[in-house]
């Protein structure tokens, strides 16, 4: 039912509308940013009755709660806050992998328990709402917020948005635990040219419906609350003024009714940014026509709507709409019943919220190179871990935590419990009698305490070298898009050096995203991505490392071989001369979908049925122990009047088997796996052949194939 046929609910939001001045509804469109605006300034905020703060925790949010509650009208304020990889802001909640890290594990019940145990942990702060899932997809590498999304795929993208969003709201937006979501950024925002962080995005409405709504579509019918709007443009528009992408399609055909909240100051930047309006009215009147329900700390817009609707610029009847949606979620919440959720006191980091996080970490480990030499055996007793990223709590942690985003106070101090990589291989190392030694190396940014002959002494003589690069939280997040992928610092110098002991390298990649590694993978002997691990991210590499764990990872994301490669997402448009260059082959070093097993798997027996769109295929584990297997079901359309992708994924499931075990797996295509979108933005299906592919990877020769036909 959508949430505006609710009649009850309804009646109670008229009737505090009907009760509403033209400066309280103004108020309530208002998101104020506690930690940017003086103490003062904010209570002020709160005696207006703004409708919601962001980035506070607390006793700061329950003084304002009791301001808010105390005004004419008693409207609770929804507070809102970037829990994006756990309520990580806190520095006692859970930290869990990034959002990139937690696609790895192709695992949507996962990524549901991580929105699960975050909105328990936010909701016990007494914070009702999360600013997660991101839904952009990360097509170009360079872009600094890579870290924050499912990775380059719309369907995958889709499916764990709507788990995610299905752990954070639960089953009742009012349950003790339930916190609203946000589906962000709408839309397009990973598109920005050149990767630079909130630039113009080259998209049309045709391309936009084809490859970037998908997810929010996923987003609505998993009854996502709320929608935050993106920085950037279409042919022209500014998303913030769009009301064709906010109404028209969000709406109106996609059926959303939650509300709409503008990202930071985007009204602001339709005059200082992006110059469509020339004042703040001008912006403000754009912004509330367009469908932005809730404004982003642009304070100036307050003032602005009060005065356009005085003045008859604006119809009052916006500001209406606007607050309509925002009471509804707040009633659905039951804040007026109970302005404070209560969550689940003495939760923070307990045991069960720990194993989530770990449980998930362990999945997420992508194994991408193994010459053998994993899992160490019986002949490796000295282990040397070498590199900057092996005890580097903030490095491994990435963006949006406490030490990047500091909102309930200044702390930089890591809390503990958390587990690095080299503390998880002392650990487990330390019970199988293997010894353990440890140089840092070099450094990934400063230079200064740089001791590569150090590093060099400290593997000297060792069984194996465990080589942990990447990259640390200054290179990653909003704004710090970076042009050059390769390892920073002296990192391959380090790496260089230590090649020269002939000793087998085992590189980990502690980073926020693919960086362009070809040269490491290629002179090591095996190579393991981790990206942002989280908390236990280090304990789920060390039992990988030792075989405690068979690694299951699958790349959400394509691996570039070099920065000037991208983009290399694996669903591009079919080419002509342009699929090389004179320098490089086009293939991607490592390909959306890869990922190996310590088991090895075979599929075989691949059927199609046109009538049902039943895919079937048998999968057997056919090395010595148990493991998981991704399978893995891409689709290409033979001939059509537009271009489409090369292959896209339709469906997955990730498959436990014994070792020698066999099963048979069906997938269900529906009508619309088969669909297109045409230049006149309708979404069709065109008769005809489709090639179907099935198997362990989005390449070639991991995938069988066969043809079908379609009505
Ligand atoms: C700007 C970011 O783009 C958005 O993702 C985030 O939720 C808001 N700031 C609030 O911090």
Known sequence: MNRSQNTELETRVESLLSQMTLEEKAA?????????????????????????????????????????????LGIPVLFGIDAIHGHALNDHATVFPSQLAAACSWNPELVEQMGRVTAREVATDGLHWTFSPVLCLARDTRWGRVNETFGEDPYLTGELGAAIIRGYQGDRLDGEESITACAKHYIGYGEAVGGRDACDTEMTYRKLREVFLPP?????????????????????????????????????ELGFDGFVVTDWDNVTSLVIRQFVAENMDEASLLAANAGNDMIMTTEAFYDSAIRLVRTGRMDERILDAAVRNILRIKFEMGLFERPEKRGKPGCFACAEHLEASLTLARESIT????????????????????????????????????????????????????????????????????????????????????????ALEVARGCDAIVLVVGDVPEQAGETKDRADLALSGRQEALFERLKTLSIPIVTILVASKPLCVSHVVEGSSAFLAAFNGGMLGGQAVAEALFGRINPSGKLPISFPRHSGQIPVYYNQLPGWHGDKYVDLPQTPLFAFGEGLSYTSFAYSNLRLDADTRAVSVSLQNTGGQAGAETVQVYLRDRVSSVLTPVKRLVAFEKVWLAAGETRELVFSLTREDFSLVLPNERRVVEPGEFVIFVGGSSKDEDLLSGTIFVE
């Open 28 to 72: 309530q469109m208002m998101q104020i940013p506690f930690s940017y605006v003086p103490r003062e300034e904010a209570l002020r905020w709160a005696r207006l009755g703004a409708g919601s703060f962001l980035h506070v925790l607390g006793d700061d949010a329950r003084e304002l709660q009791q301001i808010a509650l105390g005004t004419r």
């Open 216 to 252: 929010f579509k996923r987003a609505v019918e998993a009854g996502v609350a709320t929608v935050m709007t993106a920085y950037g443009s279409i042919d022209g528009s500014p998303f913030t003024a769009s009301e064709k992408s906010l109404k028209t399609i969000l709406r109106d």
């Open 367 to 454: 194994l991408l190179k193994n010459d053998g030499v994993l899992p160490f055996g019986a002949g490796v007793r000295r282990i040397a871990v070498i590199g900057p990223n092996a005890d580097d709590i903030r490095a491994q942690y990435g963006d949006w935590t406490y030490f990047t985003h500091p909102a309930a106070n200044r702390r930089q101090e890591p809390v503990r419990p958390y587990t690095t990589v080299l503390e998880g291989i002392r650990a487990v190392a330390g019970e199988q009698g293997v010894a353990v030694s440890y140089s840092r190396g070099c450094g990934v940014l400063d230079s200064t305490a740089d001791d590569l002959d150090g």
